[in-house]
């Protein structure tokens, strides 16, 4: 990001040409544009790179939230690392038990966010 900003800078600041500021950072002209254009639209912050990896619970599709709620409901006492076992023997994916418990823990915030509160 800061050598990003820098090459931004010269162009902007000190009037270097865009292929002078990034021949001597070693980037591309394409890479300059692309950053000039993240920081017009979100200053400092569009310069940050993007979060690698899946950016949601990709298999807990409505299916594999069924069938947790569904074994929730027989057993309440169940545990996430039963629930990842038990999905993997009956519907053939296999789930963290960290994403089910992270996926139990905002449904049930969820759940309390949107319920009437009673007032004194």
Not at 58 to 69: M, R, Y
Request: charged share 35%.
């Amino acid at each position: 990001m800061q050598v990003t900003y820098e090459i931004l800078r010269r162009v902007r600041t000190d009037g270097h040409s865009v292929s002078r500021a990034v021949s001597s950072c070693g980037l591309s002209r394409p890479t300059y544009y692309q950053a000039k254009e993240a920081f017009e639209r979100n200053d400092l912050a569009g310069l940050l790179p993007d979060k690698k990896g899946p950016k949601r619970a990709h298999k807990l599709t409505p299916e594999v939230l069924e069938f947790v709620d569904a074994e929730i409901a027989a057993r309440p006492d169940i545990r996430p690392a039963e629930l990842g076992r038990r999905l993997e023997e009956e519907l053939g994916v296999k789930v963290h038990p960290k994403s089910i418990r992270r996926d139990r823990a905002g449904r049930k915030r969820n759940a309390a966010s949107r319920s009437p509160r009673s007032t004194p």
